[in-house]
C-alpha cells in the first residue's frame, strides 16, 4: 500500500498496524530476511538490496526485480515533512551549542580565576576534568531517560539544571564552589548532544542521515570559534561571573520556544510521528493543534481518539517507565565492533581537547596575551570545527550513495534501509581516513610550532587543521555509531561520550604537567604518535565490523523470539485460567 500524506497532528489515521507492532523492537539494521516489505522500529526495510548481476539473465532478472518495485509500500520513516525535519534539527543545534559554549566561553577566563580565587593552574585545568567527567556520565542517564520517555521531558529537565547551576556559578566566591556547580553545569547541558543524536535517527533514515547530523552538529562544532571570543569580551571588560549569567539568561531563552514549538520525536513514543505524544509531552502548539482538530473533525473524533489512545497505549506497554539506567551504556560498550568505535573515537576527542586546554596557558606564556586575545585566537580553531560539521555531513551521504551503488544496495531515503547486507563501516570509515592522518601530522607541527616560539600565524593555520580534520573524523564516528544503535540512538551516544569524556578528562587533568616534564614538542608528539599507532583499529573495524554486527543482530532476534514466546505463553495460561 502507498502511504498517504500525513502530519503529526493527524497522525491518529496512520496508527501502527498489528504486524507493525510485533515488529517494532528490531534495529534497523537488525532486519529479518527480506521476503516482502516489512516495518521495523516503525519503518519499512525495503528488501530490494539485489545482488551484483554475474551474467546477462541476472542482470534482466534485477532489472525486472527493481521495475516491479517502482511504487515502494508501507509507511514512511517519518511522517515530519521536509521543512518540519529542518526545524526539529536546527532546535537540536541549538540545544547542541550549550555544552561545548560552555566548555569553550571558560578558557579565556582561566588565568582571571586562577589569579581571583588564588590557586594555582592545575587546580583550576582540574575545573576543566570535573567538567568532562559528568560530561561523560549525565549523558548514560539522560539518554536512557530520553529513549525511555522522549526527547522533550530530557531537554527540559536538563535546561532546568543547566540554569540553576550558572546562577550559582555567577554567586559563588571560591574554589570549592566553582569546582562543584561546573560538575552540576556540566550535567545539565551535556545530554544535549546524545539527545540531539537521538533526534537526529528519530526523523532521519541511514541515506540521508550524514546531512541532518552535520546540523546538528553545527552548533556544537560552531561553539569553539564563538564562545571563547564571547567569553574573552565578557572576562576582560565585566568580569568572569557574566559569563555564567550570559549563559543562564541565553538556556532561558531557550528554553521558552523549546516549550512552544518543539515536537515530540522519540520513536519509542511517537512511532514515526503518526501517534500523538500523551498531553503533558507535547509542544503548546501541538497542543492547540490537536484540540483545535478534534474540535473541527466532530464526526470522526470519538473514532480518532480510540485510535490513538490504543496505539499509546501499545507504546507505553513496550517501553516500560523506570528509573534511567545508565549501565545500558556498559552494554553497548562491550559489544566488539562498537568497543573498538569508541576507543579509537576518544583519543581522538582526548587529543582535541589536549590542545584547547592547553592553548590559554601556552599562548599566555609565549606570546604575552590577555584573556581576549585569547578569545580571538580561537576563532580559526572554530571556523575548522564549523566547517567540518556541514562538509562531513554532506561527504557521509555521498559516500553512502556511491557504495550503496557499487553494492548493487537500493536506498529507500523515505522508509529506511536494511543494513543487514549493506557494508556500513566502509561507507563511513572511508569519508574520514585521509583527513585524520592531516590531522595527526597537524598535531605534530603544532607541538614543535608552540616549542620554536613560531609567528603567530602558525599554531593559527595548524589549529584550523586541527579543528577540520579531528572534529570531522570523530563527527563521522559518533553518526556510525548511531548508525550501529538505531532504536538506542541516545544511550548510544551516551556510551560514547561516557568513553571519550572521561578519557578526554584524563588528557586534560595531565597536559600542562606533560607540557612542563616534556616541552611542548615532545608532548604533542607523544600525542600524535598514540593516534597514529592505535588506527589500525579501523581497519580492523572495516575487515571483522560486518561480521560482529550480523552476530549482533542474531542473537538480538534470538532474544527478541524468545520473549514473544514467553509472552505468548503467559497469555495462553491466562485464557485457561479464565
Known amino acids: 500500500m502507498t502511504p498517504s500524506a500525513r502530519n503529526p497532528n493527524d497522525g491518529v489515521t496512520a496508527i501502527i498496524e498489528k504486524n507493525t507492532q510485533s515488529s517494532e523492537s528490531k534495529h534497523e539494521d537488525f532486519a529479518a530476511k527480506p521476503v516482502a516489505p516489512q516495518e521495523l522500529d516503525g519503518h519499512v526495510i525495503d528488501s530490494e538490496a539485489v545482488p551484483p548481476a554475474e551474467d546477462e ?12 518495485h517502482q511504487a515502494p509500500s508501507g509507511p514512511a520513516y517519518s511522517v515530519f515533512s521536509h521543512r518540519q525535519r529542518k526545524f526539529i534539527v536546527f532546535m537540536v543545534a541549538c540545544a547542541g551549542f550549550f555544552s561545548p559554549l560552555s566548555a569553550n566561553i571558560y578558557f579565556p577566563a582561566l588565568n582571571a580565576l586562577s589569579r581571583d580565587l588564588k590557586v594555582s593552574n592545575e587546580l583550576i585545568n582540574l575545573t576543566l576534568t570535573s567538567y568532562m567527567i559528568f560530561q561523560g556520565l549525565a ?16 531537554y527540559v529537565i536538563g535546561f532546568i539544571i543547566y540554569i540553576g547551576a550558572n546562577i550559582g556559578l555567577a554567586l559563588q566566591n571560591n574554589y570549592a564552589a566553582l569546582l562543584v556547580l561546573r560538575c552540576l553545569q556540566s550535567t545539565g547541558s551535556s ?8 533526534v537526529v535517527a528519530d526523523v532521519s533514515s541511514s541515506g540521508e542521515r550524514g546531512k541532518f547530523m552535520g546540523i546538528a552538529q553545527f552548533g556544537p562544532m560552531a561553539a569553539p570559534a564563538l564562545a571563547p571570543v564571547i567569553g574573552g569580551i565578557l572576562t576582560q571588560f565585566l568580569g568572569w561571573r557574566w559569563l555564567f549569567w550570559f549563559l543562564a539568561i541565553l538556556a532561558v531563552v531557550y528554553l521558552i520556544p523549546l516549550l512552544i514549538t518543539f515536537p515530540e520525536t522519540g520513536r519509542n513514543v511517537v ?6 505524544p500523551p498531553g503533558w509531552n507535547m509542544s503548546l502548539l501541538n497542543y492547540l493543534k490537536t484540540r483545535k482538530i478534534e474540535h473541527n473533525d466532530a464526526l470522526n473524533r470519538t473514532v480518532s481518539r480510540q485510535e490513538m489512545k490504543a496505539a499509546q497505549a501499545e507504546l507505553a506497554r513496550k517501553r516500560k517507565l523506570r528509573w534511567p539506567n545508565p549501565l545500558k551504556t556498559i552494554y553497548i560498550i562491550l559489544e566488539k565492533d562498537v568497543g573498538l568505535l569508541l576507543l579509537y573515537n576518544s583519543l581522538v576527542y582526548t587529543a582535541f581537547y589536549d ?3 592547553s592553548l590559554p596557558s601556552q599562548f599566555a606564556e609565549i606570546y604575552g596575551f590577555n584573556e581576549l586575545q585569547i578569545g580571538l585566537t580561537f576563532i580559526p580553531f572554530g571556523v575548522g570545527c564549523s566547517v567540518a560539521s556541514i562538509l562531513f555531513g554532506r561527504l557521509m551521504d555521498m559516500n553512502y550513495k556511491r557504495v550503496a551503488k557499487n553494492a548493487g544496495f537500493r536506498i529507500d531515503i523515505k522508509r529506511g534501509d536494511d543494513m543487514r547486507n549493506f557494508p556500513l563501516e566502509k561507507a563511513r570509515i572511508q569519508v574520514f581516513i585521509i583527513p585524520l592522518y592531516f590531522g595527526i601530522a597537524a598535531i605534530l607541527c603544532w607541538g614543535w610550532v608552540l616549542e620554536r616560539n613560531a609567528p603567530l600565524a602558525a599554531p593559527l593555520v595548524l589549529s584550523f587543521v586541527i579543528g577540520l580534520c ?3 573524523s570523530f563527527n563521522v564516528m559518533s553518526t556510525m555509531l548511531v548508525d550501529l544503535y538505531p532504536l538506542s540512538p541516545a544511550t548510544a551516544t ?4 561516557l568513553v571519550r569524556c572521561l578519557m578526554g578528562a584524563a588528557g586534560t587533568a595531565v597536559i600542562i604537567q606533560m607540557i612542563n616534564g616534556m616541552g611542548r614538542g615532545w608532548c604533542f608528539t607523544l600525542i600524535a604518535a598514540i593516534i597514529f599507532f592505535t588506527s589500525p583499529l579501523l581497519w580492523a573495524e572495516l575487515k571483522w565490523g560486518p561480521k560482529w554486527r550480523e552476530q549482533r543482530r542474531v542473537r538480538v532476534e534470538k532474544l527478541e523470539e524468545e520473549k514473544e514466546a514467553r509472552k505468548a505463553e503467559i497469555e495462553i495460561g491466562q485464557e485457561d485460567v479464565i
Do not use: K, Q, Y
Open 139 to 154: 549523558p548514560t542517564v539522560f539518554g536512557d531517560l530520553a529513549d525511555m520517555t522522549g526527547r522533550r521531558p530530557a
Open 494 to 497: 551516551a556510551a560514547n561520550n
Open 191 to 198: 545530554g544535549t548532544v546524545a539527545l540531539g543524536n537521538g
Open 57 to 68: 539473465s541476472a542482470e534482466r532478472a534485477t532489472e525486472d526485480l527493481e521495475a516491479l
Open 355 to 357: 590542545v584547547t586546554a
Open 271 to 276: 512511532g514515526n510521528g503518526s501517534i500523538p
Open 470 to 472: 579531528l572534529t570531522g
